[in-house]
């Protein structure tokens, strides 16, 4: 028995037969942790970029998602930021909104519209489909941000799937910046000031402030749609005017101003009436921006009822249309 136990012969495979599958275990296990270390990084590079991009296209929704480039000319307006920049966020604690958002990957035909979801849309169109999640906007007045969440399924070995997670996760989050507004408005600032500065004495802006004495004239009484058509026509010295949409569509504009704004008086209706009909002929009238520079929806109250009601939903739809809404109780 001792000489046996002596005998060294043979040992190095009884060893090499112990270590070697411990080494090739670790081996694969540092492989595969490399592995999912490296679709991490890649996740958190592909959303980063995906925000970044949406932050800096997003102020001319005609700007190239990659590049940036657009053609000169080709632009929302001037007042994009009041009409398709999700203001309706501003007043979230009041009226739950919902922000502008959609998954990845990005499914659907693109169209021309020129809000929040679309922006999102363009930018989302070009990350790769191998990644799930979802792009989303928020304004908050001073900050506006766009958020990316992105996720991959990772497949690992059974003796280490509880030690690594299933799929990979990112996050990321872009400032969008506008210093061209910024400019525009301090400057603005600036010259203003110096023009009014001196022009006026305080004695005098004080006496601008004085309640007028004549008794004011017997308040407008609306009960039906022909008079706050009448009321809107001298409230924005506007006429009646009839606008060729398309071939076989006309819209009829109940007030239209100097500035080629259309106002439409809405005295009772259907929100799906709305939706289904009112809505896509204004909206095709912003996007050819030829006969009609703005639109404004005017709401008046029932003699019936307390108040206007619109749903949220419908106030978030015209938003993103860029429809002005304007409540008159």
Not at 165 to 179: E, G, H, K, L, R
Not at 270 to 279: F, P, W
Not at 302 to 312: F, I, Y
């Amino acid at each position: 028995m001792k000489p046996w136990l002596k005998d060294t012969q043979g040992s190095f495979t009884i060893e090499a037969s112990f270590v070697l599958p411990l080494i090739l275990l670790s081996t694969i296990s540092l492989l595969f942790l490399a592995m999912f270390v490296f679709q991490t990084s890649s996740a958190y590079q592909t959303a980063g970029i995906a925000a970044d991009r949406a932050a800096f296209v997003w102020d001319n929704s005609k700007k190239n998602p990659i590049t940036g480039a657009f053609t000169l000319g080709e632009n929302d307006g001037l007042y994009w930021r009041l009409r398709s920049d999700s203001v309706s966020d501003l007043f979230s604690f009041l009226i739950p909104n919902p922000a502008a958002q959609i998954k990845l990957p990005v499914s659907g035909k693109q169209n021309a519209d020129a809000g929040p979801v679309e922006k999102l849309r363009r930018v989302g169109s070009v990350v790769s489909s191998d990644w799930t999640g979802w792009m989303q906007y928020r304004n908050n007045g001073i900050s506006r941000e766009v958020s990316v969440q992105l996720a991959k399924p990772f497949h690992s070995p059974d003796y280490v799937e509880h030690r690594l997670a299933s799929d990979v996760q990112s996050t990321a989050a872009a400032q969008v910046v506008d210093p061209v507004e910024t400019i525009r408005v301090i400057d603005l600032t600036r010259t203003f000031i110096q023009e009014i500065k001196g022009r006026i004495k305080p004695s005098a802006a004080l006496l601008t402030l004085v309640e007028p004495k004549s008794t004011p004239s017997k308040p407008v009484v609306i009960n039906s749609h022909k008079t706050a058509v009448a009321y809107l026509q001298t409230l924005v010295n506007g006429s009646e005017r009839t606008i060729k949409v398309n071939a076989t569509t006309q819209r009829v504009v109940d007030a239209m101003d100097a500035n080629q704004v259309a106002h439409q008086a809405i005295y009772t209706f259907s929100e799906s009436q709305l939706r289904n009909e009112q809505i896509p002929k204004d909206a095709q009238l912003l996007q050819d921006g030829t006969a009609v520079k703005g639109v404004v929806w005017h709401f008046f109250k029932q003699t019936k009822n307390s108040e206007v009601k619109l749903s949220a939903g419908l106030r978030q739809d015209l938003e993103r249309k860029g429809i002005v809404i304007v409540i008159h109780e």
